[in-house]
């Protein structure tokens, strides 16, 4: 079962508009998430991270948002550029004591120049 | 590099051969992870090495798949009797202790399964 999800596959954006991308979950003992990149035939990059205790993590042009009643975040990228074309994943520790991640399954930014 | 290193980045061989795959971690980097991404799905955790600890083998798929993390280091994942169903990019990643640092991947290797 998913636990982390990320509804929609694909997003295009006009260059210097926003981009935002979001990821449900359905674990309320998560308690910190990430968010990470991923070019084609490259790993995935750690982008920006936000703990449960906070609502809003700020990095520059990007921005994550997380609505714990909701069990909903989002990143939001400002303005967004023809480079943050990519997958965008996020992810959560689990909390069972296992060691892993919980990934999303990833959406598609392209940002039209 | 600084980098987590990956090889082969592409393996290409036929269905019940046996395969060898290799991590190089970031250096002084304590946990190393294996992920596996299937075309059009997340990443799979696979399994789990933190220092000298034994390994967290919860996310193997079968007995087909071993690991092992030499010295603290350079790890192998070993899949033996390969299926079609194994064809994937398999990632390493590695971190400093904790599940809250952000982990640093490789660029993964491409096994496709004939």
New interface residues.
Partial sequence: DQQVKQNSPSLSVQEGRISILNCDYTNSMFDYFLWYKKYPAEGPTFLISISSIKDKNEDGRFTVFLNKSAKHLSLHIVPSQPGDSAVYFCAAPDQTGANNLFFGTGTRLTVIP | GAG?S?SPSNKVTEKGKDVELRCDPISGHT?L?W?RQSL??????LI?F?GNSAP?K??LPSDRFSAERTGGSVSTLTIQRTQQEDSAVY?C?SSSQG??Q???????TRLSIL
């Fill in positions: 987590v990956q946990a992870y992920y059009g799905q997340g990443l799979e955790f789990y933190q967290d919860s996310g990632l990643a599940l809250d952000p982990q640093h991947f490789g660029d993964g």
